[in-house]
Nanobody, 122 residues
Framework: QVQLVESGGGLVQAGGSLRLSCSAS????????MGWFRQAPGKEREFVAA????????DHADSVKGRFTISRDNAKKTVYLQMNSLKPEDTALYYC???????????????WGQGTQVTVSS
């Protein structure tokens, strides 16, 4: 059964840092591209970052470039999102997702976690 479980969210002051983790349950995790998306109340879900199957290619949304970094550890079947210099506008429910192809469109991603809440206070 394919399952993704996010962790690491919480409440942090502006300028602070958090590291999100997403653990996968299936054996062939290393064959999948992984992505992070977020959705704030009243807004559509948006792309945050993506990483290809071996970690050699990454993509980050302009709004988080230079502040967020996606990485993965295939031996641990885990993908990470290091978030630095957090801003109140980063407040959202953060989801990880898996896809067969690397990309930034949520329509490419067939497997989704339940999300972890990140709240940044000013």
């Amino acid at each position: 059964q394919v399952q993704l479980v996010e962790s690491g969210g919480g409440l942090v002051q502006a300028g602070g840092s958090l590291r999100l983790s997403c653990s996968a349950s299936w054996r062939t995790f290393g064959q999948y591209a992984m992505g992070w998306f977020r959705q704030a109340p009243g807004k559509e879900r948006e792309f945050v970052a993506a990483i290809n199957w071996n970690g050699l290619s990454t993509d980050h949304a302009d709004s988080v470039k230079g502040r967020f970094t996606i990485s993965r550890d295939n031996a641990k079947k885990t993908v990470y999102l290091q978030m630095n210099s957090l801003k109140p506008e980063d407040t959202a429910l953060y989801y990880c997702a898996a896809a067969r192809a690397f990309g930034s469109s949520d329509r490419q991603y067939g497997y989704w976690g339940q999300g972890t809440q990140v709240t940044v206070s000013s």
